[in-house]
């Protein structure tokens, strides 16, 4: 059974930086697509940055602050967040789709707290 598992967030203050990285455990095949999406009480979870061959996207609030990027070890992804401002604060979740299997998969969620 695949699991993605997060880490890395936190309370910073404004202007500070954190990074979350995401390991996904369980599975034969690599990970095609991963990302991270943002999601505050009830509100939607939004797209924040995501990367697979051709590159990477992000969120246009998000862009020249954070940086996604994919780790050596397999199926590993980080999201590198500076310049943090308190409107980033939300649960950030690690999304990681396999074509092999058409899956996608979910972590659980890693709370970033932007407030001094």
């Known amino acids: 059974q695949v699991q993605l598992v997060e880490s890395g967030g936190g309370l910073v203050q404004p202007g500070g930086s954190l990074r979350l990285s995401c390991a996904a455990s369980?599975?034969?095949?690599?990970?095609?697509?991963m990302s991270w999406y943002r999601q505050n009480p009830g509100g939607q979870r939004d797209l924040v940055a995501l990367?697979?061959?051709?590159?990477?996207t992000y969120a246009d609030s998000v862009k020249g602050r954070f940086t996604i990027s994919r780790g050596n070890a397999k199926n590993t992804v980080y999201l590198q967040m500076n310049s943090l401002e308190p409107e980033d604060t939300a649960v950030y979740y690690c999304?990681?789709?396999?074509?092999?299997?058409?899956?996608?998969?979910w972590g659980q969620g890693t709370q970033v707290t932007v407030s001094s």
């Open positions: 999304n990681a789709y396999s074509a092999a299997v058409n899956s996608n998969y």
């Open positions: 369980g599975s034969a095949f690599s990970m095609n697509t």
């Open positions: 990367i697979n061959q051709e590159g990477s």
